[in-house]
């Protein structure tokens, strides 16, 4: 089903959901969906996130992978294109494969396509960053003018701090603040970690899908604030950008009140702060 743009905001900084996901359920594609996830085996489409966009007064969002799949890019970027809400598309290609120069060339067609994604954090070599086929594959996605986002976990940043130096040109994004263990309070070696990535200032962090690392069903605004000080005083206002992960987020509460958690804390910061953080950064750095 298409949605149109009626309420977008053109040539004007838009408030812009930087992470959310779109779906079709199946079990085999997504088997990472236990039981306590079941609110999530469902189809998630763009109807359904565009009626939470309105009533936040979002103008858009950035669709990103699920499956690691050609077929999952090609037709995200079919929902971008008939949904004009979804300003941009961050697919995946298999950035080790000898033919990513190819896969790249197809979706780079599509103005919508903005960057790449891979699932680091399931592979089973915490230094798979640093893989020369890798390494190779981001090399050809910086010639090509887009962006990589950065899914791991914390035992990973310090590998990441190695991979980004190597592309100090390359813009990369942090997705998930690398999730840290909100739920168990730790916040060290994490804060460490993530005060020397950010010492890179090709890198920008996406302040998203925290819900899902705290307590699902006990969860305070308050809970995320020593993690939010930590990203803000890091990487900056310039640097950060809000995001959903929408449907994921859903295991822990509502779109409204899970969005609202990095909207009430940017209120100590400037207006101008707050619509960089808000969606003008994601518009810079994706080029939207």
Known sequence: MAVDGTNLQVGLTMKIDSHQHFWKYT???FGWINNEMK???????????????????????????????LEETRWLLELAESNDFIKGVI????????????????????????????????????????????LRGIETLQQCNKTYDILIYPKHVRTAIRFVRKF???????????????????????K???????????VYCKVSGMVTEADWKN??????????????????TERVMIGSDWPVCTIAGNYSNII???????????????TAIMGGNAQRVYGL
């Open 260 to 274: 609202s958690i990095v909207a009430e804390y940017s209120q100590q910061v400037s207006r101008e702060e707050q």
């Open 27 to 29: 079990t085999s594609a």
């Open 91 to 134: 697919g995946w290609v298999d950035l080790c494969s000898p033919n990513v120069e190819n896969q790249i060339a197809e979706f780079s067609r599509n103005k919508k396509f903005v960057g790449v994604r891979h699932i680091v954090q399931d592979e089973l070599d915490d230094q798979f960053l640093l893989r020369k086929e890798f």
């Open 168 to 190: 100090p040109d390359m813009r990369f994004i942090l997705d998930h603040c690398a999730k840290p263990f909100i739920k168990k309070n730790i916040i060290s070696p994490w």
């Open 39 to 69: 609110v999530l085996r469902r189809d998630f489409l763009p109807a359904d996130l565009h009626k939470e966009l309105r009533s936040t007064g979002f103008d858009g969002s950035i669709a990103v992978q699920a499956p690691q799949t």
């Open 219 to 236: 969860w305070k605004p308050e809970d995320f604030t020593p993690y939010l000080d930590v990203v803000f005083e890091a990487f900056g």
């Open 192 to 202: 460490e970690d993530i005060q020397e990535l950010a010492k890179s200032l090709n």
